[in-house]
């Protein structure tokens, strides 16, 4: 049996006096899309560049397809030498060179098959010859892609490649990119704080968070159970909008200030009721306790925004629908199971 | 700045063009028309001149020095740019400021210094047994020392411009740490090493004091000796020899600048620096003698010594006091003068490069003055004044030497440059939308001038002012020729004088003062340029 291609134990790592990372474990399986998903400054990017080689954490150990390249404290293998593939946000394309001889970089020897072959796969077979400032935004992050993917490394780190990219060509970006590392076969590990990148490209989803001392690993697991029972608050605000209430359970419902709140799993005792937009719809009554305080258009739907009883809630109406007006009066009623943490 | 206002780029031409032409249609009107020998009374031909004064082999020596300063100068200074940029330890700051401080040393006091320490009967000669320090290799190591805090400049600022996620981004394509070197951080270093190697060139071939101090027979030198000795023809055919020497430099830096611009990445994220480990701590150690132990150390103890010396002799002292007011007045007026020449060719050549043109003939124009040697430049003033005040009473040549403006003139066209490049700066980096939101208030020209303008360009121009002052304070050529019949008696001029007539107390305390002056200057702008 083939080992995996990362394989990372008790990860930790300090600044100075300032801990960063904590006890971090995470295994990635052949093939296998894994999202690092936290805030700003939690630690994303100490970790990839930890599995990179290009920093040397304090602790744990992390090792690629068996081989343990850092442990305690020390490196035992440098950068060059770990064969993983790293797309940087900023693109990091040699200026100086055209996109042929950036793809062909990394290759032991000029293979022109290969380079055609990875430009050809990213859609940029008729840019061989341009220089990176000739290129706009999305083709150089394609050039990095393809450049990093041209030596066929087991496991490829993607540093928020998107973050520099308007929403629309993200999201064909996006499909592009998973298009082309399942052709290629490679692991890859994106780091990101775009919950919906990380939702919608990923086998699987590790949310970082950091706290008094270090960020860790608040939950692991696939897309649809990070965002439909996270494992704490925190999960449940960084994958998404939603309101968080308290409530008494007693079974598969729960006493709210809003009233009786349908839960997805058997609760009892206090618990808090994570609501999304999407678990619940406003319905316009004379003398409702809850009122629409501010409408958003966003083209497919509209998002409500709701008042009352001291709490604020969002909730979801489709475009082609006719919206309330501002201050309309109403209830809420749910149309889905909550998630009680 | 009104966006299609064409006033600075006419105005700018024509100053740039009176600073470019003028010295350059008086020597060649001093090579076309020489005058007759006194002795035979004939016109000698070129050729005769060119054999008589042995320019070519005098070409070859300015060539050959300049290389090997201009290759000396880049290893020194871009390795010392390593230091600062990619490497730390305890003390690191205070060791790369100290590297830079050479660069506010006159070449000709530190090339007197080396030569009084290091040779027989020098404090350091003395002690290590050394031959007289004169010749090549040793104004070769004195022009090094001068001119590697500029490549360190240069170079440094470039590899603040690299960026870390590209040489990241080769070694995890499993390029080794020498390949990430030679394929992704050297060739964007190219143009920076291209373009100090370039300004170290320049320097060394337009120098003259320490060529002069350390017997170095170069075509500054024995041109200066011609002017000197009222050989009108002879410095005519060395001064248009090294014109056209010159020349090729002017391709070669209008070639550097553009590929200068074309690498930069915008928001580089900085390399990480790395301890300093024994080999290249070794080689740093080896580099910081050569360069701040020669050109500062050095200097400074010896121009102490020979104060010392004078002090203890009860030896009588020339008023310095004098000296520093002259120096003052001629640096703090050349200055101005200077920045008022550089001002709207800056402002025209930012305007231009704002709408993604390149800067032109103008900007080219401005840079080739600083490829003009102080004494061709001297000669060149004075062989223009002699010809227009031929058709004026007698007495007017000595008239309008005297008034300083030729002087001031000189000090315009040799630093021009200089003080161009931090203004252009100044102006391409101001906004156009503040100017716009302030039209939109309804606020007055001069108001917006006043009031958001100047004040977004007073750093630059502060750094711009103090860079032409801290270049006059160290001139020298245009100083002893331009400034003679003015009566200034700057510190230059004295630590000349009083060296040439081995009065070393004088030229020792002189040579103190001016360094002081120069080091403030330059301690002045490094202090603005790690605040920038």
Known sequence: MPEVPLQITGLGHQYGASTVLENVDLTIGNGEFVSLLGPSGCGKTTLLRSIAGLLTPTRGEIKLSGRSVCSDGQNHVETERRGVGLVFQEYALFPHMTVTDNVSFGLPTMDSQRVAEVLDCVGMSDFGERYPSELSGGQQQRVALARSLAPRPSLLLLDEPFANIDAILRDSLERE????????????????????????????????????????????????????????????????????????????????????????????????????????????????????????????????????????????????????????????????????? | MEPNSRTPGIVGTLGIALLVLVPILGLINAIVNRPADPFSGETPSLEQLIQGARVWKLLLHSVLLAMVVAVGSVMAGGWMAWVEYRTRFKGHRWVTLLALLPMAMPSYIVAASVRSALSPGGWIGDALGLPQMTGGIIAALVLIAVTAPLSQLIIGAALQRCSAAEEEAARSLGASPWRVFTSITMPQLRSAVGFSALIALLYAISDFGAVAVLDMPVLTWRLYSAVEGQEVAKAAVLGGVLLLATLPLFVISRWIRGE?????????????????????????????????????????????????????????????????????????????????????????????????????????????????????????????????????????????????????????????????????????????????????????????????????????????????????????????????????????????????????????????????????????????????
């Open chain 1, 177 to 341: 990119l998973l298009r082309v590392v399942r052709q290629e076969g490679a692991a890859v590990l994106l780091v990101t704080h775009d919950q919906q990148s990380a939702l919608s490209m990923s086998d699987r989803i590790m949310v970082l968070d950091e706290h008094s001392s270090g960020s860790s690993v608040l939950q692991e697991g696939t897309p649809a159970i990070i965002y439909q029972a996270p494992a704490t608050e925190s999960v449940a605000t960084l994958t998404g909008e939603c309101s968080i209430i308290d409530g008494v359970a007693n079974g598969k419902s729960a006493e709210t200030i809003v009233g009786v709140v349908p839960l997805a799993t058997d609760k009892t005792g206090p618990v808090r009721i994570v609501v999304r937009p999407n678990s619940m719809r406003f319905k316009p009554t004379e003398g409702g306790d809850f009122q629409v305080a501010d409408i958003r258009y966003t083209g497919a739907t509209y998002r409500l925004y709701i008042t009352g009883k001291n709490e604020q809630f969002e909730t979801d109406l489709a475009g082609s629908e006719i919206p309330p007006t501002i201050g309309t009066k109403g209830v809420l009623e749910f149309c889905h199971p909550c998630w009680a943490i």
């Open chain 2, 260 to 532: 200068f611009k074309a690498h930069n990445v915008a928001n580089p994220r900085p390399v990480v620096p790395q301890p300093l480990t024994s080999l290249p701590l070794g080689i740093s150690v080896a580099t910081l003698m050569l360069t701040v132990g020669l050109g500062l150390i050095i200097p400074i103890v010896t121009l102490g010594s020979w104060v010392a010396d004078g002090l203890s002799r009860n030896l009588a002292f020339v008023n310095p006091m004098v000296s520093v007011w002259d120096t003052l007045f001629a640096a703090i007026l050349g200055a101005f003068v200077t920045l008022a020449f550089a001002w709207f060719p800056a402002w025209a050549v930012a305007s231009k490069q704002r709408n993604r043109k390149r800067g032109g003939l103008l900007e080219d124009a401005t840079y080739v003055t600083s490829a003009l040697p102080g004494v061709l430049l001297a000669l060149g003033l004075m062989a223009a004044a002699l010809q227009v005040t031929q058709f004026l009473p007698p007495g007017a040549y000595a008239g309008l030497l005297g008034t300083g403006l030729l002087l001031m003139l000189g000090y315009s066209t040799r630093f021009v440059a200089e003080v161009f490049a931090p203004l252009r700066v100044a102006f391409l980096s101001l906004d156009p939308r503040q100017d716009e939101s302030a039209r939109t208030l309804g606020v007055s020209a001069w108001i917006r001038w006043r009031k958001v303008t100047l004040p977004a360009l007073a750093p630059g121009l502060a750094v711009a002012w103090v860079i032409g002052f801290n270049a006059i304070v160290k001139e020298l050529p245009v100083t002893l020729l331009l400034g003679g019949a003015t009566g200034l008696r700057t510190l230059s001029f004295r630590v000349w004088d009083r060296y040439n007539e081995s009065l070393w107390h004088d030229a020792g305390l002189a040579g103190l003062l001016l360094v002081s002056l120069a080091l403030g200057s330059v301690l002045m702008t490094l202090s603005w340029r790690r605040h920038a």
